[in-house]
């Protein structure tokens, strides 16, 4: 497995692969692998002959007063890791290699940034699709995985890579959950064991909005109200949004239709980790 710091060198090594013809997977990662991230590069190897990881913690999209100088680093680990579940090539530069002057262009996907995470943290988004335009401008051609874990995230890249005609295709790829249901994130080794247990009420209320929809409710205000107050039951938990949307549009219904699929999506807060988490939910 070839380690990059520069962008020449990880461009370099995917334009000679290309050249091979040969196809790459890339996979975008802030670090502190677990199996969700290791599944994205499982994927990754069995659709694609080469596959590039990318090991960045970007400044960008953190606000101030968020994680990012506590996000956590383990570098030798994450290489470890990364190779054992099947990485060829990992990119992993410095803010000065990514940012060599402060940027003056930033990318910003309209309307499906808007709710939800947009509206949390107003900055985010741009300063995810700016790093990932930049990820994809260096990787050049390829398939990219993502996590439906960051469900509007997945929606929002998706979204930028079809207007801006990059020669990129965004495969989703599921959710991994830890086996009482807590959706896999480097942000859960933040959790003390009491909030880590208290964390669990995500996917418990996300999975009772489910029940609700599968028994008939076609109200989606109805469901988005019961999933929260199975997370304001939870003492340890603040919640967030919780909320009942179409997943191509990220809207609020007005009415669940039969035979239509929903997103259910819901944050909390435990202790000072906010988590999120999604359950996809057929309507009968
Ligand atoms: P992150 O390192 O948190 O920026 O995540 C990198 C990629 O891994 C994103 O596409 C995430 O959606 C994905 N990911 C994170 N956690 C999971 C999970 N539990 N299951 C599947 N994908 C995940």
Do not use: W
């Not at 020449?8 to 996979?27: H, K, P, S, Y």
């Not at 990219?144 to 990129?168: H, I, N, S």
Request: net charge negative.
């Amino acid at each position: 497995m070839q380690v990059c710091s520069t962008k020449a060198e990880f461009r370099g090594f995917l334009d000679n692969v290309r050249a091979l013809g040969r196809t790459v997977g890339l996979v975008p990662t802030m670090g502190a692998l677990h199996d969700g991230h290791l599944s994205l590069l499982r994927s990754a190897a069995a659709e694609c002959d080469v596959v590039a990881l990318t090991i960045f913690v970007n400044p960008l999209q953190f606000a101030a007063g968020e994680d990012l100088s506590a996000y956590p680093r383990p570098l030798e680990r994450d290489l470890e890791l990364a190779e054992a579940a099947g990485a060829d090539v990992v990119f992993t530069p410095s803010n000065a290699e990514m940012y060599p002057v402060p940027v003056a262009t930033t990318v910003h996907v309209d309307g499906l940034t808007a709710p939800m995470e947009g509206a949390a943290r107003p900055t985010h988004f741009d300063g995810v699709t700016t790093v990932v335009a930049k990820l994809f401008n260096i990787a050049g051609t390829c398939r990219a995985y993502f996590g439906e874990k960051d469900f509007q995230q997945l929606a929002v890249v998706t979204r930028m890579a079809f207007d801006l005609d990059q020669p990129v295709t965004v495969v989703p790829c599921p959710i991994i959950r830890e086996t009482d249901g807590l959706a896999m994130s480097s942000r859960n080794a933040y959790l003390d064991r009491a909030d880590r247990e208290a964390a669990t009420v995500l996917h418990r209320a996300l999975r009772a909005g489910a029940a609700m929809i599968s028994a008939g409710e076609t109200d989606p205000g109805i469901v988005a109200r019961h999933v929260a107050s199975v997370i304001e039951a939870e003492p340890l938990a603040s919640p967030g949004y919780a909320e009942v949307v179409d997943p191509a549009t990220l809207e609020t219904p007005t009415v669940l239709v039969p035979g239509s699929t929903v997103r259910l999506l819901a944050t909390a807060l435990f202790g000072s980790t906010r988590l999120l988490d999604n359950l996809e939910v057929p309507v009968p």
